[in-house]
């Protein structure tokens, strides 16, 4: 039974394929196309089946895997410079600077005293004026002077000459002053003050003219700081 089943099924198999290609057969132009219809021939012409292209079983595609490209991290530096402190070896001490001191010049100066009839006149000094005398003079203080005081009177017979009285401050003493004669010269040095002071001289002959005129015949020598 089994073999029979076997013969029709290939009976008909056979039969089948030649059937189909006897269609074939008679679907396909046995001449060419007439040139005068391009368009029947274009539309009869069989169109060809779809290749479909199968794979093989068991295989498999392979998959394409993209490995991801590592990204570079830029890393700052974290080195931080390490400022050394340098020892600097100790100098020498400060000098001290000395305190100027004040110095008194060395220099003499020379004041000139006139004596003339009931007046004193500074002739030649610090601030004097010959063809103007004055009777009075400012000299420095701590400063070293040289005093020249003379006569300056015309020669009298009825009066005597003048006579200069000192000056007791300055270590000065009195001395005569005679007509025509030498002048009376001494040095000192003037008394360290801290604000002008006066010091005072006269005439000590008191004949040496009317009294009234005597006593007027008055000086001064005013020392400053």
């Given at each position: 039974m089994e073999r029979r089943l076997r013969a029709v099924g290939l009976v008909a198999l056979v039969a089948g394929a030649l059937a189909y290609c006897?269609?074939?057969?008679?679907?396909?132009?046995?001449?060419?196309?007439?040139?005068?219809y391009p368009q029947e021939s274009l539309s009869t012409t069989p169109r060809r089946m779809a290749v479909i292209r199968a794979h093989r079983h068991?295989?498999?595609?392979?998959?394409?895997t993209r490995t991801p490209t590592p990204t570079r991290t830029r890393t700052a530096s974290s080195a931080t410079a390490t400022a050394?402190?340098?020892s600097t070896p100790p100098g020498p001490p400060p000098t001290a600077t000395p305190t100027r001191t004040p110095t008194v010049s060395a220099t003499t100066t020379t004041i000139t005293l006139r004596a003339v009839r009931w007046a004193w006149q500074w002739v030649a000094g610090p601030g004097t004026n010959p063809n103007n005398p004055s009777s009075s003079i400012h000299i420095k203080s701590g400063q070293k002077y040289?005093?020249?005081?003379?006569?300056g009177d015309i020669p009298d017979p009825d009066y005597q000459p003048h006579t200069f009285s000192g000056i007791l401050e300055f270590g000065v003493s009195g001395?005569?002053?005679p007509w025509g004669g030498p002048s009376y010269v001494v040095a000192f040095t003037a008394p360290n003050v801290t604000v002008s002071t006066s010091y005072g001289f006269s005439c000590v002959q008191f004949y040496c003219g009317p009294v009234t005129k005597h006593e007027g015949m008055l000086g001064t020598v005013v020392v400053d700081p």
């Open positions: 006897r269609n074939e057969s008679g679907s396909l132009p046995t001449e060419p196309a007439d040139s005068a068991g295989s498999s595609t392979p998959t394409l050394t402190r340098t040289s005093l020249h005081v003379f006569n001395a005569d002053l």
